[in-house]
Nanobody
């Protein structure tokens, strides 16, 4: 199983970026995928996640500080999860990681999953 995170870069406050998490070696539709971020000296924190495909589609969940600015989505045909980040702020600066977990959990349980697989991280830097 491999997860490949990409799309990071240096942008100015207010700009947008789209991160991608490409997965291989797993039945992608059965996995919840979460985005986390980490800055030096701090613990990794949850950002957003999309559940595995269920009867009513794939639910999503966000940390409060990114609600209304970030959108997480998945394309099962491409085995990829996206994190569209709009109205970026300097405090969004971090290394962003994606994780995958084979689970039917949704909603509020997504941030507390024990994600089995992780990508290598992609750096997002937002200048003021």
């Amino acid at each position: 199983v491999q997860l490949q995170a990409s799309g990071g870069g240096l942008v100015q406050a207010g700009d947008s970026l789209r991160l991608s998490c490409a997965a291989s070696g797993l039945t992608f539709s059965e996995y919840a995928v979460g985005w986390f971020r980490q800055t030096p000296g701090k613990e990794r924190e949850f950002v957003a996640a999309v559940a595995a495909i269920g009867r009513s589609g794939a639910s999503t969940y966000y940390r409060d500080s990114v609600k209304g600015r970030f959108i997480v989505s998945r394309d099962n045909d491409k085995g990829t999860v996206y994190l569209q980040m709009n109205s970026l702020k300097p405090e969004d600066t971090a290394v962003y990681f994606c994780g995958a977990d084979r689970t039917t959990a949704t909603g509020q349980f997504l941030p507390i999953l024990v994600y089995d697989y992780w990508g290598q991280g992609t750096l997002v830097t937002v200048s003021s």
